[in-house]
């Protein structure tokens, strides 16, 4: 067996695999709160809660309605993503052009009815979503296994955030966002509706987030608590990546799962403080940031 | 008569009025402290002093949050670093009075605290948030790992020993005065501090940070001074903590203790003194009282649904808003 600094291939290999995958789920996730913080500078604390609230849904409606994972993985989030409608709606925009930090504890206030009217339903313990049968087993790929949902996660991660940066990015839809949110009145002159603009983009950001927990439930532990741990890993990605940096978001999320599961091989006790220690670094570096612009 | 003669009297009759309000605050602080002394012989005193902990802990957070305008998210950090420390010291070397336990715990949470400050204060507003959450998620999962805290269990069995190796701590009501005249000097040091021209300087930061720059001030010294105030006290807060409760838990540690101190701060009022205290005391009772009756289990949702009222409704907090009241229909 061939060693790398006198550690198997084999194993690290495996905890790679297992960091890109961990980093898939950091960039999805970053990803939503970059869009909801860049776009609408509003500090999404509820937003490992709407995770949560998509990997909850895949499973009771799996075990309600019998609705299958393919399904699930398109109606979790549109679900999740009504209410973050709602809550944009009826909550958020009540203290729009308030300091930024009132959005952040009122979303922690909404994060903490979620996840406790939740977990008075269904306990902390768990519940458990069978894989589907499609994904069961995988391909040996010579050096290590790849078991087949592994490789979808990846994949379907990675286009996600992908089209996502491109409509953001590149698109008339994302260039009136980018606008919108840059001189909300100029555009309302235009005849945009800015108003629905920003209850549509919280909306989508959290479906992101509800996509990831789709994704995560048959490998996870589904649980209401699922969302309170990631939520603060996801921040500390997001600031490393730049506030508000889409692409910087995506491609720090995937760096930052390598770091960890690259951690976990060689020194394990450190492997969940990392992100957290290379947030400290980076700081100190660059204060924006490693994507983000000068403000 | 002359001008002069008008000004003085009006002067004088300022002078009166000021003094017929000082002895009104004199009678009123001497109630306050009255009820405070003799509240133990009524209320169970490990609970009062849990109010007087989590007061103090406000109380320092508010110095922060509501004086100097910095949102600390990680102020749960110091509250456990206070607190391990304290638990760890007592509990190993029994030579140590209590009292040179509760100072190390403070000294400890104090050079954290000037840590913390020095990474995060140049960044601002939600930037400074995530930064100290991310520092003191550092501090939670280096007590996770350390072998000195007792990891998930917690330090159990803290010995509350003697004051200055003289006053039996094990006694509640012995306790509780010694906890009362600690918290009783930090409110009165904040107090201080506030009203200091240094304190005014914290404000002129809060309220106008560029400007405050321009008139010459060293605005980072001034705020990484208040952070390390604000951590000191916390840290004692959480040392004392674990003196009166014997136990220092991973608990304090945990990011939603950061979340807890900021609901007390806000409910209560922050920028105003007795805000904090007066949240603590509150969310301390609710969360106690809930905890005994048949909505056990819905601690967390309310808590955060009052946090969404708060914010949506009073964001200045009840002291805020009850003086906000008093300036419009009485003064």
Known sequence: MSMIFGVPMAVLSGQLLIGIINGAFYALLSLGLAIIFGLLKIINFAHGAMYMLGAMATVIMFDALDVNYWVALFLAPVLVGIVGVFVEYFLLRRIAGQDHIYSLLLTFGVALIMQGVLTNIYGVSGLRYAMPDMFKGGVNLGFMFMPYYRAWVIVAALLVCFGTWFMVEKTKLGAYLRAGTEDSQLMQGFGINVPLLVSLTYGFGVMLAAFAGVLAAPIYSVTPVMGSHILIVVFAVVVIGGMGSIGGAIITGILMGVVEGLTKTFYPPASSAVIFLVMVIVLMIRPHGLFGKES | ?331
């Open chain 2, 1 to 331: 008569m002359s001008q002069i003669d008008i000004q003085s009297s009006i002067q004088k009759t300022i002078l009166k009025q000021q003094k017929a309000e000082d002895r009104r605050k004199l009678v009123l602080n001497g109630i306050l402290l009255m009820l405070l002394l003799l509240a133990p012989f009524v209320i169970y005193p490990v609970f009062l002093m849990k109010i007087l902990c989590f007061a103090l802990f406000a109380a320092a957070f508010n110095l922060l949050f509501g004086f100097t305008g910095l949102l600390s998210f990680g102020h749960a950090a110091f509250l456990a670093t206070g607190g391990y420390t304290t638990g760890y010291l007592l509990s190993n070397y029994s030579g140590l009075t209590t009292e040179m336990g509760i100072i190390a715990g403070t000294l400890m949470a104090t050079v954290l605290g000037l840590g913390f400050a020095l990474l995060s204060i140049r960044r601002q507003g939600i930037y400074f948030a995530m930064v100290t959450l991310a520092l003191a998620q550092l501090v939670f999962f280096f007590f996770v790992q350390s072998s000195f805290t007792g990891g998930e269990d917690g330090l159990h069995g803290v010995p509350r020993g003697e004051l200055f190796g003289l006053i039996n701590l094990e006694d509640n009501l012995n306790m509780y005065y010694f906890v009362l005249a600690v918290f009783l000097a930090c409110y009165l040091l904040i107090q201080r501090i506030v009203s200091s021209p240094y304190g005014h300087v914290l404000k002129a930061i809060k309220q106008n940070e560029p400007r405050a720059v321009s008139l010459g001030y060293k605005v980072d010294r001034y705020k990484v001074l208040a952070f390390v105030i604000s951590a000191a006290l916390a840290g004692l807060a959480g040392s004392m903590k674990s003196v009166v409760f014997q136990l220092a838990s991973l608990n304090d540690a945990h990011w939603h203790m950061s979340g807890e101190v900021i609901l007390m701060t806000l409910v209560g009022g922050m920028g105003t003194l007795l805000g904090p205290v007066l949240g603590a005391t509150l969310v301390v009772n609710i969360e106690y009282q809930l905890g005994q009756g048949p909505l056990r289990d819905w601690v967390d949702p309310i808590l955060g649904a009052i946090f969404v009222i708060t914010v949506l409704a009073f964001r200045s907090g009840i002291v805020g808003e009850v003086q906000k009241f008093v300036r419009k229909n009485i003064g």
